[in-house]
């Protein structure tokens, strides 16, 4: 068995055009743009003392959203993260605030795997090059958007009609990746 999986997903939806924060840690377009997790800890839903794997590298995708990719080298959160109990995408964002709570610097100090992330449509979609996540739309429209799904995932299953399943976005723009 294979010492480790490799992990690609979205860590942070694309910001609402308004430039509008849901709070204080959601990040802007030029955030999403400037980040690199690259060589940060993979952690277990946020446990410090879980470390499950490492950031590989990060980039904004084609629809503005934080992608990453990460390898997964804990052999019980490899088996949550293929079983779909661990498919949620969840950032750590270390913040610099002044005395009024103003936020002055944002920075990402890790990412972790979760059973579900805050964020909507923050998943695991790719596992060792495998899509295991699609999203169906039922109106033409969305389809040809490529619509995000606000809600949990589905497993796909072989009756799924092809037409109307859209993998998720995962065409690379910028990576970032870690040395050694």
Do not use: F
């Amino acid at each position: 068995m294979t010492e480790y999986i490799d992990i690609r997903g979205t860590a942070h939806p694309a910001p609402p055009a308004n430039g509008a924060r849901g709070c204080a840690a959601d990040l802007s377009r030029a955030e999403i743009q400037a980040t690199n997790i690259a060589g940060r800890p993979l952690l277990n839903e946020h446990d410090h003392n879980a470390q499950v794997g490492q950031c590989m590298a990060s980039w904004q995708g084609t629809d503005g959203s934080l992608r990453i990719a990460a390898r997964v080298t804990d052999p019980a959160a490899i088996r949550s993260v293929r079983d779909g109990s661990l498919r949620g995408l969840s950032l750590g964002t270390n913040m610099i605030l002044d005395e009024d709570q103003n936020v002055l610097y944002r920075a990402q100090g890790e990412l972790s795997v979760c059973a579900e992330g805050r964020r909507p449509g923050t998943w695991v979609d790719t596992i060792n090059g495998k899509t295991v996540m699609q999203v169906a739309c039922a109106s033409k429209v969305q389809a040809r958007k490529g619509a995000r799904a606000p809600y949990k995932p589905r497993r796909a299953t072989r009756d799924d009609e092809a037409p109307h399943c859209i993998p998720a976005a995962n065409k690379i723009t910028r990576v970032t990746l870690a040395n050694g």
